[in-house]
């Protein structure tokens, strides 16, 4: 009887340690995130996110938000459209955007479009459907 009573004492004991140590909070590595494997590229560890809700999505913008200046992807003569509004480019102007757009790979679109918005620049409207898609594919 002892010895039964003794058994359910130690397991209620690693039970309440066990979930004392899933409570606990834990401090998140901004320094490694996915994509960020040498040998694993991001594209093979975000195949799997199918929606922005996806811990993919999260950790990029945890990438982006400790990132202290605007990266370039040689789109410098980008930076004269600072301030215009999604709406107000002209045909010629989105071209120049599309352009860059269309040699991004697919892992780096969001990376752009983050960069454009540090910048203060806005995507042409004409553009964004095409920029969704090639992050999605």
């Not at 975000?46 to 811990?55: D, F, I, L, R």
């Not at 301030?83 to 269309?102: D, I």
């Amino acid at each position: 009887m002892w010895v039964l009573l003794l058994m359910l004492l130690t397991l209620g004991i690693f039970a309440a340690l066990l979930g004392l140590r899933r409570t606990q909070p834990r401090a998140v590595d901004t320094t490694k995130l996915v994509g960020d494997d040498e040998d694993e590229p991001a594209a093979e560890n975000c195949n799997a996110c199918a929606a922005e809700g996806t811990g993919c999505y999260a950790e990029r913008m945890l990438r982006h938000a400790a990132q202290t200046a605007p990266q370039y992807f040689e789109d410098e003569e980008l930076d004269r459209f600072a301030g215009t509004p999604a709406g107000n480019y002209s045909t010629e102007q989105a071209a120049l955007f599309a352009e860059v757009l269309r040699t991004l790979r697919a892992e780096e679109v969001a990376d752009w479009l983050h960069a454009l918005t540090l910048r203060g620049i806005e995507l042409p409207a004409s553009l964004r459907d095409e920029a969704i898609l090639l992050m999605q594919g």
